[in-house]
C-alpha cells in the first residue's frame, strides 16, 4: 500500500533558496507576489502613467521648493518700474514666461500658484476621501434606509449642473454666519476646499459602497461577523483594505476635478483670492481670458498648458492605478 | 412594473417640493435678496424697498422661510405674468428666460446629438477591437481631450479660429444689431460653441461606450452566442452592443436633464446669450426674481430626468428588482 | 477502440498554444480522441489539465492569442485552420457546447425563448413564428414544465438547474452529432446534477448524440460514461473505459484522482500534494512527475506516449508494473 508523501522534503535542501529555484525550474510555483508587488507591477507595464508620475513628482518638487526653483517673489516685478516697462513682456531671458499686467514674471508666479491649487486639490482629495469611504462603507454594509437615502440624495445631487450648483452651495455656505469661523470667508482657500470637498465625497461614497457591496458577500467577511467582529473592525480592517484600489484612483479623480473647478471657479470670478502672499493656478488661468483677446499668448498658453499638463498626467496616474488594482486584466488563464 | 412607476411617480412631487424649498432656502440665505435690491438700486426708498419685500414674500425666520416660499410657488406656477420682476430696471423675468432657454437648447441639443452619436459609434470602434493601434489611438484622443478642462478648450479654439484666424466669429448668436431669422449666420455662430461642447461630449461617451463593451466583451453569454455560430457582427449587434447600452442609457438621461443648466462656460467665452449666461449674470447680481425661476426650471429638469433614468434601466433590464 | 472511420469526432495531436507576456503556455500539449456516433466519452482532470480549451480550441472559440494545431475533424470536416464560414456551419449544428454556469452564458435581457429561436434561425431557414413553436417543444423535451409560459421570460427567472435544461434545449435545437458539455452540473445541487445528467442521458438516447462530458467530478463519470480520457497538464495520460477505471487504474495520477474521492469510514483525506504544474514551464518529462510517489530518473527523460496496458492506454512509462488502485 503505497502512501504519498510530500515531494521534495525540505532536508533534502541547504534553504528555501534552493527549494525555490528547483521547484521554479520545474515549472512548480511555490512562491506567489503579493497583492500589493501584484499590482505595483502591473502599475509600472502602464508606461504612461509611469511618465506620468515622473513628470508630477518632477513637478511636486519643483513647487514644493518653489522659493528654491523660482526666479522672483510671488508679487516681485520683473525689472522695477523705476528701470523701465515691465508691464506685458513677452518670454524673453529676464522672464522665461513673460509678464503680467504689473510686470511680475509668470514663471515664478506659476510655481507658486501650482504649488496652492495642488495643495487645494490634495486637500480635498484628503477629506472628500475620509468622508465618503466612511459614509460608503457604512452604508454599503448596512444596506436598508441609511443606504436608500445615501443614494437617493447623492443621485440628486450628482444629477445637477456642477457649475450652477457649486455657485448655489458657495453663496450659501458663505452667507451661513455662524460658519464664517471654521470655513473661513467666500475668498478664502480654507474655503474652497470646504466647497469642493462637500460635492467630492459623494462619488467617493458610492464608489465605496459599490466595492462594499460586492465585498460583503464574500467569506472573510461573514467569518469575521461570526467571530464577533464590531462593524467598525469589519470596515477598517477588511473592507477598507480591499478597496484600496478604487478609493486610490478615486483619490486622483478628486485631486485633479479640485484642481479643474478651482480654476473654473476663478476664471468666472468666483474662485479663491489668496491674498497677498501667494496665488493660485486658477488667478493665472483667469488671465487667459483677457490674454486671449488682447493677444498676449504667453497669457494663455503657459497657465492653461500648466493647468492640462497636471490634468493630463494625474489621469493618466489615476488610470494606471486602475489598471493596477482592475483584477480583470489577468485574463490569460 | 406599473407599480413601480406608480411608486416613482408619488414619489415625485414631493421630491421636487422637498428640493425647491432647499434651494429657497439657499437662495435667500446666500444672496439675500434685499440686500441686494439695494445694492443694484441705491437710490430706492424705504417704501419701494418694503414693496419688494412684500412682493417677493421675503419674511424672515424659520416660519417666514416657509410662508414665502409657498407664496412664492404659488405666484411661480400662476404663469409669467404672475412672476415678479428683476431687480433691474423692473425688467419681466420670462421674456429673457425664455430666449435664453432657446437658445441653450439650440447649443446643447446640437452638440448633444452630434456628441453623444459620433462617441457611441467611435466607443464601439475602440470597444470592439481593443489592443488594436485603432482602439489605442481613440482611447487616448479621448483621454487626452477629456483631461482639458472645457474653458481651456474654448478659449484656445476661440484665440485660434477666431481672433487669429477669423474664420469664425467669436460672439453670440448673430452679429450685432441682426433682426430675423438666418439659419446659415446662425450656423456659423453656433459653430464654435458647438464644436466646443461637442468635443467634449464625444470623449466622455467615447470612454464610456468603449468601457461598456469592455465590460460586456468578458461575459460568458457571448462565448455561447459564438457557440451557436452566430457571425461577430450578429454577436455585436445582438448582444455585446445591446447589453453595453444599459448602462449608457442612464447616463444619457440624467446629461440631458443637466442640458438646461446651460453650458455656462462655452456660452460665457462665446458671449452666447443662453441659460449659463443668464444663470451667472443673475448669481452676480443677485437678481431674486430671475434666480428662483431659473433654478426652479432646472431642478424640476434635473429630477424628471432622473426618474427617466431610473425607469429606462427598469425597463431595459428585466434584473432589476422592482420594488 | 474506436475506428476513426465511424467517428464523429476525431482529433490528432491537438495542441493549443497561448501567448502571454510571459511567454507562450502550453496548455494542450497533443491530445487525440475518437468519438463514436452515440456514446458518451467523459473527459476528467483538475482546473488547468486543459480539458476545456481542447474542445474551446476545436471549435474556434478561444481568443486572439491563442495558436491551434494539429488536426479535428467532425464528419470529415477539417476544424482546425478551417474559414471562419466553415466553423460557423459546425457551431450550433454538428456540434453543440453547454457550460458551466448557466446564468451566466445565458444573456440575461433576452428572453429565453428568444435565445432558443436565435440558435434554431442561425441554422434552419424558418420563420419566426415557427421556431418560437419549435422552442416552446424543446423546452419541454427537457422536462420544463408550462413550456409556453415559461419560454417568454428572462434566465433570472428559473432556477439554476431549469437554466440548464435551457441551455440544454437550445442546444440540442438543430439536432446535432456532438453535444460537448463542459462541467454542467459543477455549479448545481448534488440532487439536480443527477437529473441533468438522465437528462442528458435521454436525449443521447432518443436522438443518438455523442456525448463529451467534461468534468471534474468521477460520480459524474461513473454516471453516465461509457469511455473516460483522464488529461494532466495539456495531455492525456489514461484512457479507459468507466468500469475499467475504477476498478484497474493504469495511471498513478489516475489513482490519486481515486483515492482523494472522500470515503466513508476513512479518517483522512488524501489529496494528492502540491499543485498542477506552471504551464509557462512545464516540467520535462512526464508532467506528473514531481508529484509522483513512483517517480523514477526516467520519468524526466521524454515525455511519454500512450501505450497499451492491459485493455487501457497509460502514458506512464511504468504502467506495465506498478499495481495501482484503491485497495481497501
Given at each position: 500500500?503505497?502512501?504519498?508523501?510530500?515531494?521534495?522534503?525540505?532536508?533534502?535542501?541547504?534553504?528555501?533558496?534552493?527549494?525555490?529555484?528547483?521547484?521554479?525550474?520545474?515549472?512548480?510555483?511555490?512562491?506567489?507576489?503579493?497583492?500589493?508587488?501584484?499590482?505595483?507591477?502591473?502599475?509600472?507595464?502602464?508606461?504612461?502613467?509611469?511618465?506620468?508620475?515622473?513628470?508630477?513628482?518632477?513637478?511636486?518638487?519643483?513647487?514644493?521648493?518653489?522659493?528654491?526653483?523660482?526666479?522672483?517673489?510671488?508679487?516681485?516685478?520683473?525689472?522695477?518700474?523705476?528701470?523701465?516697462?515691465?508691464?506685458?513682456?513677452?518670454?524673453?531671458?529676464?522672464?522665461?514666461?513673460?509678464?503680467?499686467?504689473?510686470?511680475?514674471?509668470?514663471?515664478?508666479?506659476?510655481?507658486?500658484?501650482?504649488?496652492?491649487?495642488?495643495?487645494?486639490?490634495?486637500?480635498?482629495?484628503?477629506?472628500?476621501?475620509?468622508?465618503?469611504?466612511?459614509?460608503?462603507?457604512?452604508?454599503?454594509?448596512?444596506?436598508?434606509?441609511?443606504?436608500?437615502?445615501?443614494?437617493?440624495?447623492?443621485?440628486?445631487?450628482?444629477?445637477?449642473?456642477?457649475?450652477?450648483?457649486?455657485?448655489?452651495?458657495?453663496?450659501?455656505?458663505?452667507?451661513?454666519?455662524?460658519?464664517?469661523?471654521?470655513?473661513?470667508?467666500?475668498?478664502?482657500?480654507?474655503?474652497?476646499?470646504?466647497?469642493?470637498?462637500?460635492?467630492?465625497?459623494?462619488?467617493?461614497?458610492?464608489?465605496?459602497?459599490?466595492?462594499?457591496?460586492?465585498?460583503?458577500?464574500?467569506?472573510?467577511?461573514?467569518?469575521?461577523?461570526?467571530?464577533?467582529?464590531?462593524?467598525?473592525?469589519?470596515?477598517?480592517?477588511?473592507?477598507?483594505?480591499?478597496?484600496?484600489?478604487?478609493?486610490?484612483?478615486?483619490?486622483?479623480?478628486?485631486?485633479?476635478?479640485?484642481?479643474?473647478?478651482?480654476?473654473?471657479?476663478?476664471?468666472?470670478?468666483?474662485?479663491?483670492?489668496?491674498?497677498?502672499?501667494?496665488?493660485?493656478?486658477?488667478?493665472?488661468?483667469?488671465?487667459?481670458?483677457?490674454?486671449?483677446?488682447?493677444?498676449?499668448?504667453?497669457?494663455?498658453?503657459?497657465?492653461?498648458?500648466?493647468?492640462?499638463?497636471?490634468?493630463?498626467?494625474?489621469?493618466?496616474?489615476?488610470?494606471?492605478?486602475?489598471?493596477?488594482?482592475?483584477?480583470?486584466?489577468?485574463?490569460?488563464? | 412594473?406599473?407599480?413601480?412607476?406608480?411608486?416613482?411617480?408619488?414619489?415625485?412631487?414631493?421630491?421636487?417640493?422637498?428640493?425647491?424649498?432647499?434651494?429657497?432656502?439657499?437662495?435667500?440665505?446666500?444672496?439675500?435678496?434685499?440686500?441686494?435690491?439695494?445694492?443694484?438700486?441705491?437710490?430706492?426708498?424705504?417704501?419701494?424697498?418694503?414693496?419688494?419685500?412684500?412682493?417677493?414674500?421675503?419674511?424672515?425666520?424659520?416660519?417666514?422661510?416657509?410662508?414665502?416660499?409657498?407664496?412664492?410657488?404659488?405666484?411661480?406656477?400662476?404663469?409669467?405674468?404672475?412672476?415678479?420682476?428683476?431687480?433691474?430696471?423692473?425688467?419681466?423675468?420670462?421674456?429673457?428666460?425664455?430666449?435664453?432657454?432657446?437658445?441653450?437648447?439650440?447649443?446643447?441639443?446640437?452638440?448633444?446629438?452630434?456628441?453623444?452619436?459620433?462617441?457611441?459609434?467611435?466607443?464601439?470602434?475602440?470597444?470592439?477591437?481593443?489592443?488594436?493601434?485603432?482602439?489605442?489611438?481613440?482611447?487616448?484622443?479621448?483621454?487626452?481631450?477629456?483631461?482639458?478642462?472645457?474653458?481651456?478648450?474654448?478659449?484656445?479654439?476661440?484665440?485660434?479660429?477666431?481672433?487669429?484666424?477669423?474664420?469664425?466669429?467669436?460672439?453670440?448668436?448673430?452679429?450685432?444689431?441682426?433682426?430675423?431669422?438666418?439659419?446659415?449666420?446662425?450656423?456659423?455662430?453656433?459653430?464654435?460653441?458647438?464644436?466646443?461642447?461637442?468635443?467634449?461630449?464625444?470623449?466622455?461617451?467615447?470612454?464610456?461606450?468603449?468601457?461598456?463593451?469592455?465590460?460586456?466583451?468578458?461575459?460568458?453569454?457571448?462565448?455561447?452566442?459564438?457557440?451557436?455560430?452566430?457571425?461577430?457582427?450578429?454577436?455585436?449587434?445582438?448582444?455585446?452592443?445591446?447589453?453595453?447600452?444599459?448602462?449608457?442609457?442612464?447616463?444619457?438621461?440624467?446629461?440631458?436633464?443637466?442640458?438646461?443648466?446651460?453650458?455656462?462656460?462655452?456660452?460665457?467665452?462665446?458671449?452666447?446669450?443662453?441659460?449659463?449666461?443668464?444663470?451667472?449674470?443673475?448669481?452676480?447680481?443677485?437678481?431674486?426674481?430671475?434666480?428662483?425661476?431659473?433654478?426652479?426650471?432646472?431642478?424640476?429638469?434635473?429630477?424628471?430626468?432622473?426618474?427617466?433614468?431610473?425607469?429606462?434601466?427598469?425597463?431595459?433590464?428585466?434584473?432589476?428588482?422592482?420594488? | 477502440?474506436?475506428?476513426?472511420?465511424?467517428?464523429?469526432?476525431?482529433l490528432?495531436?491537438?495542441?493549443?498554444?497561448?501567448?502571454?507576456?510571459?511567454?507562450?503556455?502550453?496548455?494542450?500539449?497533443?491530445v487525440d480522441l475518437d468519438l463514436?456516433?452515440?456514446?458518451?466519452v467523459g473527459v476528467v482532470g483538475?482546473?488547468?489539465s486543459g480539458k476545456?480549451?481542447t474542445?474551446?480550441?476545436?471549435?474556434?472559440?478561444?481568443?486572439?492569442?491563442?495558436?491551434?494545431?494539429?488536426?479535428?475533424?467532425?464528419?470529415?470536416?477539417?476544424?482546425?485552420?478551417?474559414?471562419?464560414?466553415?466553423?460557423?456551419?459546425?457551431?450550433?449544428?454538428?456540434?453543440?457546447?453547454?457550460?458551466?454556469?448557466?446564468?451566466?452564458?445565458?444573456?440575461?435581457?433576452?428572453?429565453?425563448?428568444?435565445?432558443?429561436?436565435?440558435?434554431?434561425?442561425?441554422?434552419?431557414?424558418?420563420?419566426?413564428?415557427?421556431?418560437?413553436?419549435?422552442?416552446?417543444?424543446?423546452?419541454?423535451?427537457?422536462?420544463?414544465?408550462?413550456?409556453?409560459?415559461?419560454?417568454?421570460?428572462?434566465?433570472?427567472?428559473?432556477?439554476?438547474?431549469?437554466?440548464?435544461?435551457?441551455?440544454?434545449?437550445?442546444?440540442?435545437?438543430?439536432?446535432?452529432?456532438?453535444?460537448?458539455?463542459?462541467?454542467?452540473?459543477?455549479?448545481?445541487?448534488?440532487?439536480?446534477?443527477?437529473?441533468?445528467?438522465?437528462?442528458?442521458?435521454?436525449?443521447?438516447?432518443?436522438?443518438?448524440?455523442?456525448?463529451v462530458m467534461i468534468t471534474?467530478?468521477?460520480?459524474?463519470i461513473?454516471?453516465?460514461a461509457d469511455r473516460v480520457q483522464v488529461m494532466y497538464?495539456?495531455r492525456v495520460v489514461e484512457k479507459t473505459g468507466v468500469?475499467?477505471l475504477?476498478?484497474?487504474?493504469?495511471h498513478?495520477?489516475t489513482?490519486?484522482?481515486?483515492?482523494?474521492?472522500?470515503?466513508?469510514?476513512?479518517?483522512?483525506?488524501?489529496?494528492?500534494?502540491?499543485?498542477?504544474?506552471?504551464?509557462?514551464?512545464?516540467?520535462?518529462?512526464?508532467?506528473?512527475?514531481?508529484?509522483?510517489?513512483?517517480?523514477?530518473?526516467?520519468?524526466?527523460?521524454?515525455?511519454?506516449?500512450l501505450?497499451?496496458?492491459?485493455?487501457a492506454s497509460?502514458a506512464?512509462?511504468?504502467?506495465?508494473?506498478?499495481?495501482?488502485?484503491?485497495?481497501?
Open positions: 500500500m503505497t502512501s504519498y508523501e510530500p515531494i521534495h522534503e525540505s532536508a533534502e535542501f541547504e534553504s528555501f533558496d534552493e527549494l525555490y529555484e528547483v521547484s521554479e525550474q520545474e515549472g512548480l510555483d511555490v512562491r506567489t507576489l503579493t497583492p500589493r508587488q501584484l499590482a505595483w507591477h502591473r502599475y509600472r507595464r502602464h508606461k504612461a502613467a509611469m511618465i506620468s508620475t515622473v513628470i508630477f513628482g518632477i513637478l511636486l518638487i519643483m513647487v514644493v521648493f518653489a522659493p528654491f526653483f523660482a526666479r522672483y517673489g510671488v508679487n516681485e516685478p520683473v525689472i522695477p518700474i523705476s528701470e523701465g516697462p515691465n508691464q506685458f513682456l513677452e518670454p524673453q531671458s529676464v522672464a522665461w514666461f513673460g509678464t503680467d499686467d504689473i510686470g511680475r514674471d509668470i514663471y515664478s508666479r506659476l510655481l507658486y500658484g501650482i504649488r496652492t491649487s495642488i495643495f487645494i486639490g490634495v486637500a480635498t482629495g484628503v477629506i472628500a476621501v475620509l468622508i465618503g469611504a466612511t459614509i460608503g462603507s457604512l452604508a454599503g454594509l448596512r444596506g436598508g434606509r441609511l443606504d436608500d437615502r445615501m443614494m437617493r440624495v447623492t443621485d440628486i445631487f450628482l444629477a445637477f449642473p456642477f457649475l450652477v450648483a457649486v455657485i448655489v452651495v458657495r453663496e450659501f455656505l458663505g452667507g451661513v454666519a455662524f460658519l464664517e469661523p471654521v470655513i473661513g470667508d467666500k475668498t478664502s482657500i480654507r474655503f474652497i476646499i470646504v466647497l469642493l470637498a462637500v460635492f467630492a465625497w459623494m462619488g467617493v461614497a458610492r464608489l465605496v459602497r459599490g466595492q462594499v457591496l460586492s465585498l460583503k458577500e464574500r467569506e472573510f467577511i461573514e467569518a469575521s461577523r461570526a467571530v464577533g467582529a464590531s462593524e467598525r473592525r469589519i470596515i477598517v480592517s477588511h473592507l477598507i483594505p480591499n478597496s484600496i484600489g478604487p478609493i486610490l484612483v478615486a483619490l486622483t479623480l478628486v485631486i485633479i476635478g479640485a484642481i479643474v473647478a478651482e480654476s473654473t471657479l476663478s476664471f468666472f470670478g468666483f474662485g479663491p483670492q489668496p491674498g497677498s502672499g501667494s496665488t493660485s493656478l486658477g488667478n493665472l488661468v483667469l488671465l487667459s481670458r483677457s490674454g486671449a483677446t488682447q493677444g498676449n499668448w504667453w497669457l494663455v498658453v503657459f497657465p492653461c498648458g500648466a493647468l492640462v499638463l497636471l490634468a493630463i498626467c494625474i489621469n493618466f496616474i489615476g488610470d494606471g492605478l486602475r489598471d493596477a488594482f482592475d483584477p480583470k486584466m489577468d485574463a490569460g488563464r | 412594473m406599473l407599480r413601480f412607476i406608480v411608486r416613482r411617480l408619488l414619489w415625485f412631487i414631493p421630491t421636487v417640493l422637498f428640493v425647491t424649498f432647499l434651494v429657497y432656502v439657499a437662495v435667500r440665505i446666500g444672496w439675500d435678496p434685499v440686500k441686494t435690491y439695494v445694492r443694484a438700486n441705491p437710490r430706492a426708498s424705504d417704501e419701494q424697498i418694503a414693496k419688494y419685500r412684500e412682493v417677493n414674500g421675503l419674511y424672515e425666520g424659520f416660519g417666514g422661510y416657509i410662508r414665502g416660499y409657498f407664496e412664492w410657488l404659488w405666484s411661480f406656477v400662476q404663469g409669467p405674468d404672475h412672476w415678479s420682476r428683476s431687480i433691474k430696471g423692473g425688467a419681466e423675468v420670462w421674456p429673457t428666460l425664455r430666449y435664453s432657454l432657446f437658445n441653450t437648447l439650440r447649443l446643447a441639443g446640437t452638440a448633444a446629438v452630434l456628441g453623444i452619436g459620433i462617441g457611441l459609434f467611435l466607443g464601439v470602434v475602440a470597444g470592439k477591437r481593443p489592443g488594436t493601434w485603432i482602439d489605442g489611438l481613440v482611447n487616448t484622443t479621448a483621454f487626452f481631450v477629456g483631461s482639458i478642462p472645457p474653458f481651456v478648450s474654448a478659449v484656445i479654439l476661440q484665440l485660434a479660429f477666431a481672433v487669429q484666424l477669423g474664420w469664425l466669429p467669436a460672439a453670440g448668436v448673430y452679429p450685432p444689431g441682426h433682426e430675423g431669422f438666418d439659419p446659415w449666420l446662425m450656423a456659423k455662430h453656433m459653430a464654435l460653441p458647438v464644436f466646443v461642447v461637442a468635443i467634449q461630449t464625444i470623449a466622455g461617451y467615447t470612454r464610456y461606450m468603449r468601457a461598456s463593451l469592455l465590460d460586456v466583451s468578458s461575459a460568458d453569454y457571448l462565448r455561447t452566442a459564438r457557440a451557436k455560430g452566430l457571425s461577430e457582427r450578429a454577436v455585436l449587434r445582438r448582444h455585446t452592443i445591446r447589453n453595453s447600452l444599459i448602462p449608457i442609457a442612464t447616463v444619457v438621461a440624467i446629461d440631458i436633464g443637466a442640458l438646461m443648466g446651460g453650458l455656462i462656460i462655452t456660452e460665457n467665452i462665446f458671449n452666447y446669450p443662453g441659460m449659463g449666461v443668464f444663470f451667472i449674470n443673475a448669481a452676480n447680481d443677485g437678481d431674486y426674481p430671475k434666480l428662483m425661476p431659473f433654478l426652479v426650471i432646472i431642478t424640476v429638469s434635473v429630477l424628471i430626468f432622473n426618474l427617466l433614468a431610473d425607469l429606462s434601466y427598469a425597463y431595459l433590464d428585466p434584473r432589476i428588482k422592482l420594488d | 477502440m474506436t475506428d476513426s472511420r465511424d467517428s464523429v469526432l476525431s490528432r495531436d491537438f495542441k493549443v498554444e497561448f501567448s502571454t507576456p510571459n511567454g507562450p503556455v502550453q496548455a494542450v500539449r497533443g463514436a456516433r452515440g456514446e458518451i483538475e482546473s488547468g476545456s480549451v474542445f474551446l480550441g476545436m471549435l474556434g472559440l478561444l481568443p486572439q492569442s491563442a495558436t491551434v494545431t494539429g488536426s479535428a475533424t467532425v464528419n470529415g470536416t477539417e476544424m482546425v485552420g478551417a474559414s471562419t464560414k466553415t466553423m460557423r456551419a459546425i457551431r450550433g449544428r454538428e456540434i453543440a457546447m453547454i457550460f458551466q454556469d448557466p446564468l451566466s452564458a445565458l444573456n440575461p435581457v433576452h428572453r429565453v425563448g428568444d435565445q432558443i429561436v436565435e440558435m434554431i434561425r442561425e441554422h434552419q431557414d424558418v420563420s419566426k413564428k415557427s421556431a418560437a413553436n419549435v422552442a416552446v417543444d424543446l423546452l419541454g423535451a427537457v422536462g420544463i414544465p408550462q413550456p409556453k409560459d415559461r419560454t417568454n421570460q428572462y434566465p433570472h427567472e428559473f432556477s439554476g438547474g431549469m437554466r440548464q435544461r435551457v441551455m440544454i434545449a437550445m442546444a440540442i435545437a438543430n439536432d446535432p452529432k456532438v453535444l460537448i458539455a463542459d462541467e454542467p452540473t459543477t455549479a448545481l445541487d448534488v440532487t439536480v446534477q443527477a437529473q441533468i445528467l438522465e437528462v442528458i442521458d435521454k436525449l443521447r438516447e432518443d436522438m443518438g448524440m455523442a456525448v471534474h467530478d468521477l460520480g459524474v461513473a454516471r453516465v497538464a495539456g468500469e475499467e475504477f476498478a484497474d487504474p493504469t498513478p495520477y489513482e490519486g484522482l481515486l483515492r482523494s474521492i472522500p470515503l466513508l469510514g476513512h479518517q483522512r483525506l488524501l489529496p494528492i500534494p502540491g499543485s498542477p504544474p506552471n504551464m509557462l514551464r512545464p516540467p520535462s518529462g512526464c508532467a506528473f512527475r514531481p508529484r509522483c510517489p513512483y517517480v523514477i530518473d526516467e520519468c524526466g527523460g521524454v515525455l511519454p506516449e501505450e497499451p496496458v492491459r485493455g497509460s506512464c512509462i511504468r504502467a506495465g508494473e506498478l499495481t495501482l488502485g484503491v485497495l481497501t
